[in-house]
């Protein structure tokens, strides 16, 4: 079992940028892909990005390839996203997934994870 817990979250203008923090306690996280995902006000759970076991291995969609960033230092039992040139259309809470996997791995669907944080809410203003 590993449980998740985010962090950095807030209010930020458009343009402006915010690094969340995903603390992994219960469980060495080093085998463990992460997943950041986002969910909308009546919108669906939306992938943003993912990480397998290193840095090297990272996978974003194109809604914001190049504005965020995902990192993950081990021996911090910690991940983080990087997010840039925020806008409007980034506003949602934000959530953590990890699950064990083998090496190279990472995952973009939901239902691929085992473990969530509660998640922390961003919101952009424009």
């Known amino acids: 079992q590993v449980q998740l817990v985010e962090s950095g979250g807030g209010l930020v203008q458009a343009g402006g940028s915010l690094r969340l923090s995903c603390a992994a306690s219960?469980?060495?996280?080093?085998?463990?892909?992460v997943g950041w995902f986002r969910q909308a006000p009546g919108s669906e759970r939306e992938f943003v990005a993912g990480?397998?076991?290193?840095?090297?291995?990272?996978v974003y969609p194109n809604s914001v390839k190049g504005r965020f960033t995902l990192s993950r230092d081990n021996a911090k039992n910690t991940a983080y996203l990087q997010m840039n040139s925020l806008e409007p259309e980034d506003t949602a809470v934000y959530y953590c997934?990890?699950?064990?996997?083998?090496?190279?791995?990472?995952?973009?669907?939901?239902?691929?994870?085992?473990?969530w944080g509660q998640g922390t809410r961003v919101t952009v203003s424009s």
């Open positions: 990480i397998g076991w290193s840095n090297g291995n990272t």
């Open positions: 219960g469980q060495s996280f080093s085998s463990y892909a």
């Open positions: 997934a990890a699950r064990r996997t083998g090496i190279g791995r990472y995952f973009t669907k939901s239902d691929e994870y085992n473990y």
